[in-house]
């Protein structure tokens, strides 16, 4: 991985963000997810184009935005750098060789990490989740949100970067062994099962068309129902919260 590239070309992923950022409801419903244990001063990790800075934003939560893609950071800029509760919007490396370094304006200094959708992009994810940890304040919390069950792994996933997909298992050992304590840990969006497995392993398609999420969008409420009656027992991604427990 070359650390030092301030640009990265990500066709699939920036249009799979775009065809996300139309869905309005499914945004609101994911961060509904992690709401409630957002605290202090926050900082989001692969913010992307900000399809869910805009509820941190909007809430009124303290928050330093930032990507790997300075492209990205361009587009945050761009977007939120004029707002009142964004603290900064920085270019940010998590598999940076020199992170200590590199980030040491930053070290103990946030109450809440979130990245969602972010770490399986990376090959080093032990060293990503312990880099986060650094940059947490004692007592803090890291959030993420990551796809789930590695035999829905398909053309989707390969196209946009993903080097894996987790369960309880193995996000249960990788906070584990990253030295944070799992407080909280459920699956997410059981509907949408249905539509990766069909998209990614029977179309083959290499990314989430517009449309797509539109319809998606519009089937929200349905879809939040099943995951209640289901208890989120199973889903096509999984949310973990973390905590520091020591330095």
Known sequence: MDSHRTFIDDKAGLKTLQSIQHAGAFNRWMYNQIKP???GKILEIG???GNISQFLVHDGFTTTLSDYNQSYCDI???KYGSEK????????DILDPNFEKQFESFSGSFDCIIGLN??????DDITALENCKKLLAPGGTLIMLVPAYMWLYNSIDISLGHFRRYNKKSIRTLFSKSGLRSIKMNYFNSPAIFGWFISGRV????TIKEGQMKFYNFLVPLFKLADMCTFNRFGISLIVVGE???S
């Open 76 to 78: 945050l800029t761009e």
């Open 85 to 92: 509760f964004v603290t900064e919007i920085i270019r940010l």
């Open 244 to 246: 520091k427990t020591s």
């Open 47 to 49: 913010s992307g184009i």
């Open 118 to 123: 972010v770490i399986e992009h990376v090959d």
């Open 37 to 39: 244990f957002c605290k």
């Open 203 to 206: 179309l083959k398609n290499t």
